[in-house]
């Protein structure tokens, strides 16, 4: 898969994009199948999936048995290279007296496309109109059924699978659209059963994971009804993805594409209509702009060489990544623009917010000894508990919801499996702690709740006046401040998960009652939208106000943070921002 | 799905996957970086995810070794289902293990080195007599009152701290070698068409049928 051309191919472009992620990769993807020229820059280096991706590797041949350290924090054969929640060179820092803020960054092509959980929640009705609903945090300024469309199109384009089960505010696709989900484990199924006594309900989860081939042909005239040399190139692509195999992890990303990542899914087909070029280690400083104001293009340095570049485009699409992308603003001072580009309400960088997360893991009886089978599936979930208590919110002392996301079976050994069986059995060693081996095996399920943050005040990121990076570039400062509804939404979850492995005959042997800020990985905001330019960075379709050929394609936008996994939600509202873009484009607006 | 769809992707998944390298074809231990040819040095962050190599030099003596083969096959002894800890190279294991240049690994190297070297002071106290020399009674007499850290008498308190660490790690290593991984009955790591949910059996001994 040769995506790299390795530098820009012609002077000036239609569209510079700034980062291949999930919201770089689909506007790229869909811009270079218009016919448009897209050049995209990448901060981190090339990374080709096929070749790179250990499927079915072994703990016992990665260094340490593969188990987690400060340089992959998610363990060895996790997808991430060349960064994490440090990334050599490249700072930030903990404004005095706050909470401490981490900062997942990936330095690839793809970025964390290629490690992330699959997770493809929509975002329902109720996400999209927070404020009127509790006059907590901000409305969106657009509606669930204006974005319905774009969801149905990106879960048929990437591949998701789940049902539709008419739930409250955990929207069903249209029909056809999902790939049926896989069958519940062992594990799934017994938690389930005390779930439907409890009045929690557990159902097929939806992951971007192909549970069987994609219609090559439907999908692709479905996604380009107009466009028939598109369809074909989308179609062709498409024939290369495989179907899961039911082993190994997704987050060491996969070679045969049967899950969604950028480099797999999107990149590859947008390469192919001749119209995108990518350049890798890249690192964009500011957005440039000219004397009335107009995005010009971006100032990038090239790593190799350490010398200062610019690309010139009519167009700037931001996709950096929540906070990536405000730093770029930020730095992109001007005299038209002293506060930074597109800062005219001060609001670049405000409204960070992450998703609040809490866990335990119990051990339950009733699971030891489970004769041996495989239990591997599609490695993530195959069910969920979508949030339930819409109805007695009031009474639960905080505002939003969250989902739980749940854990266990006879999975590959690692260092951890086995690790707290000295405790568990009174100090065994020799033959007895090997027959208690057999007997635990597989005996323990993990709970872990995601849940929805609201946007406040104090959450925030900005430059560090006293630090810049190895690149020059100044960096982020974190502020960060959880409010009660998170702190008592994490202490609800703490609870449910005690009563849901109690109820199942269970004993909690672990808990993490709160995960630090950023440790969700979910971090959203920072450019928010809306339909007010003095309260938000972004018009309604994520257009910055000031600069009108300048937009924002990641999770910054995002004007609240609902439990549903932002990726899905990101690729859905920068396909309707694509839409808008062009739309302006035949219009001569931009 | 076609099963004829099926096939020819399963087919092609092998396919591909083997220029990836598959578990079971390759020897599983990692090389060291010292073994010719040198591989080209990478950031730790970013290191070769399908060849791997170990960058650091291990740092226990043979002596070491030698008491600490003892200790883990006392802990993973040889049974009817497997082969013992130091037959599978658990030692060396942990030897690469405390080596390693990150915090919780050289926290290790503290407590597994002066481990070792406090078994040693008390089977001479005891025994007269290194830990690796005593024999089989002699090894339990100290490893019993070693074996649990709440357990353990306040002069033994170091000594069963060690102890529990040593367990993790070696049960850590010993489970996640293929011998490990068949002795708990793990099946997976292997491609297939479909996945076919719990059995029978399974779904009766959860009261699930």
Redesign the interface.
């Known amino acids: 898969m040769p995506l790299i051309t390795g530098s820009k191919t012609r002077p000036s472009y239609d569209v510079v994009i700034v980062g291949s992620g999930a919201g770089g990769g689909i506007s790229g993807y869909l811009l270079a199948q218009a016919g448009l020229k897209v050049l995209m820059v990448e901060a981190g280096?090339n990374y080709k999936p096929?070749?790179?991706?250990?499927?079915?590797?072994?703990?016992?041949?990665?260094?340490?048995?593969?188990?987690r350290?400060?340089?992959?924090p998610f363990g060895?054969?996790d997808a991430t290279?060349?960064?994490?929640w440090q990334?050599?060179g490249e700072p930030y820092t903990t404004a005095p007296g706050g909470e401490e803020f981490i900062w997942w960054r990936p330095r690839m092509l793809g970025g964390r496309t290629n490690h992330w959980g699959r997770i493809s929640l929509r975002m329902g009705p109720y996400d999209f109109k927070p404020k009127s609903r509790d006059g907590l945090g901000f409305d969106w300024p657009l509606t669930y059924d204006e974005l319905a469309p774009y969801y149905d199109k990106t879960e048929a384009l990437i591949g998701v699978y789940g049902s539709n089960e008419g739930l409250e505010n955990t929207p069903d696709s249209s029909p056809g659209i999902l790939l049926p989900p896989?069958?519940?484990?062992?594990f799934e199924?017994?938690t389930k059963?005390t779930c439907d006594k409890l009045g929690i309900p557990v159902i097929p989860s939806r992951l971007a994971i192909l549970s069987?081939?994609l219609d090559h042909m439907k999908v692709s005239r479905y996604i380009h009804p107009d466009n028939p040399k598109a369809a074909k190139i989308l179609a062709d692509h498409m024939q290369t993805r495989?179907?899961?195999?039911?082993?190994?992890d997704c987050g060491?990303g996969c070679?045969?594409g049967?899950n969604f990542q950028s480099t797999t899914v999107l990149l590859p087909p947008a390469v192919a209509t001749g119209n995108l070029d990518i350049i890798t280690d890249a690192m964009v400083r500011e957005v440039t702009v000219d004397k009335n104001g107009r995005a010009t293009g971006v100032h990038y340095i090239d790593k190799h060489t350490r010398t200062d570049r610019h690309a010139a485009g009519r167009t700037v699409i931001l996709a950096a990544g929540s906070s990536e992308s405000a730093r770029i603003l930020l730095n992109s001072k001007s005299r038209m623009f002293p506060s930074g580009l597109s800062n005219g309400s001060g609001l670049v960088g405000r409204y960070l917010m992450d998703t609040t997360c809490s866990d335990i893991s119990a051990q339950i009886p009733?699971?030891e000894?489970?004769?041996?089978?495989?239990?591997?599936?599609?490695s993530a979930m195959h069910m969920y508990m979508p949030w339930w208590l819409y109805k007695e919110q009031s009474k639960l002392g905080f505002a939003r919801g969250y989902h739980i996301e749940f854990h266990g079976g006879?999975?590959?050994?690692?260092?951890?499996?086995?690790?707290a069986?000295?405790?568990r059995t009174?100090?065994?060693?020799?033959?007895k702690?090997?027959q208690e081996?057999?007997r635990y095996?597989g005996s323990n399920i993990s709970f872990s709740g995601r849940g929805e943050m609201i946007p406040n005040d104090k959450s925030y990121c900005e430059l560090d006046p006293d630090l810049v990076d190895m690149w020059g570039i100044p960096v982020l400062r974190f502020h960060w401040k959880w409010s009660e509804h998170e702190t008592k939404q994490a202490e609800h979850m703490q609870k449910t998960f005690t009563q849901i492995a109690e109820s199942m005959g269970g004993k909690v042997t672990s808990r993490i009652q709160m995960r630090k800020p950023g440790e969700g990985i979910h971090e959203v905001g920072t450019t928010r939208m809306g339909d007010d330019r003095r309260t938000s960075v972004l018009n309604g379709q994520c257009q910055s106000w000031e600069v009108k050929n300048l937009f924002i394609t990641d999770g910054s936008p995002f004007v609240s943070n609902a439990d549903k996994n932002p990726t899905l939600s990101i690729m859905a509202l920068a396909w309707r921002t694509c839409d808008y873009l062009m739309a302006e484009m035949k219009r001569r607006n931009i | 799905?076609s099963s004829k769809?099926?096939t020819i992707?399963?087919r092609?998944?092998l396919k591909?996957?083997a220029?990836?390298?598959?578990?079971?074809a390759?020897?599983?231990?990692?090389v060291l970086a010292a073994d010719p040819p040198a591989p080209p040095k990478r950031?730790?962050?970013?290191?070769d995810?399908?060849n791997?190599?170990?960058?650091w030099e291990k740092v226990l003596s043979a002596e070491e070794l030698k008491t600490l083969a003892v200790l883990c096959d006392?802990?993973?002894?040889a049974?009817e289902?497997?082969p013992s800890a130091s037959k599978v190279g658990v030692p060396d294991?942990i030897n690469?293990?405390v080596s390693?240049p990150?915090?919780?690994?050289q926290a290790d190297q503290q407590t597994i080195r002066g481990g070792l070297a406090w078994l040693n002071t008390e089977s001479h106290k005891r025994f007269g007599r290194a830990f690796a020399d005593l024999a089989a009674a002699q090894h339990h007499q100290i490893?019993d009152d070693i074996?649990?850290?709440p357990?353990a008498k306040p002069q033994h308190k170091v000594g069963a701290r060690f102890?529990?660490r040593l367990?993790?790690l070696t049960?850590?290593?010993f489970?996640?070698?293929?011998e490990?991984?068949k002795?708990?009955?793990?099946?997976?790591?292997?491609?297939?068409?479909?996945?076919?949910?719990?059995?029978p059996?399974?779904?009766k001994?959860?009261?699930?049928l």
């Open positions: 280096r096929l070749e790179e991706t250990p499927m079915l590797n072994l703990p016992s041949q990665a260094p340490l048995r593969g188990d350290t400060p340089d992959k060895f054969y290279v060349g960064g994490g990334v050599p896989p069958k519940p484990r062992a199924l017994l059963k069987k081939l495989l179907a899961c195999i039911w082993a190994t060491r070679s045969i049967a009733a699971l000894n489970t004769p041996p089978h495989n239990e591997e599936g599609a006879k999975r590959m050994p690692n260092m951890g499996t086995f690790g069986l000295g405790a009174n100090g065994a060693y020799g033959k702690l090997k081996a057999r095996y | 799905m769809l099926v992707g399963r092609d998944a591909r996957i220029t990836v390298g598959t578990g079971a390759v020897a599983p231990h990692v950031p730790l962050t970013d290191p995810l399908v791997p190599v170990i960058p006392l802990i993973v002894p049974d289902h497997s294991f690469e293990w390693a990150y915090p919780t690994q490893c074996c649990h850290v357990k102890f529990d367990r993790s049960v850590g290593g489970y996640t070698t293929p490990g991984m002795d708990v009955q793990y099946i997976g790591n292997v491609p297939s068409a479909s996945f076919e949910g719990p059995p059996e399974v779904l001994h959860l009261k699930l």
